[in-house]
Nanobody, 121 residues
Framework: QVQLVESGGGLVQPGGSLRLSCAAS????????MGWYRQAPGKQRELVSL???????GYRDSVRGRFSISRDNAKNTVYLQMNSLAPEDTAVYYC???????????????WGQGTQVTVSS
């Protein structure tokens, strides 16, 4: 069993900052890419940012320059530092990890439970 536990969401004023964390635990051989997705009410889930096991990163255009993703491979944890937050960033943020359970097997997708981020004055 693999679990992803997220933390760090909350209510913040426009222009403020939040840091999300997501820790993976369980029977894990290795983790390939990790990422953050978000889903606003009435909208589809969208990729916000991802990071490879080697540290390569990618961002959607609307958050590039404001958000920063990082990971601690020793702790199987991924972080999302969000600065200059705007109301349009309001959403439930989900952590995703592509986990290899055993050597020589294919990766599998795992998701966190989601954490609410609300940007409002």
């Amino acid at each position: 069993q693999v679990q992803l536990v997220e933390s760090g969401g909350g209510l913040v004023q426009p222009g403020g900052s939040l840091r999300l964390s997501c820790a993976a635990s369980g029977s894990i051989f290795s983790i390939n890419a990790m990422g953050w997705y978000r889903q606003a009410p009435g909208k589809q889930r969208e990729l916000v940012s991802l990071i490879t096991s080697g540290g390569g990163t990618g961002y959607r255009d609307s958050v590039r320059g404001r958000f920063s993703i990082s990971r601690d491979n020793a702790k199987n944890t991924v972080y999302l530092q969000m600065n200059s937050l705007a109301p349009e960033d309001t959403a439930v943020y989900y952590c995703n990890a592509k986990v290899v359970l055993y050597r020589g097997t294919n990766e599998r997708d795992y998701w966190g439970q989601g954490t609410q981020v609300t940007v409002s004055s």
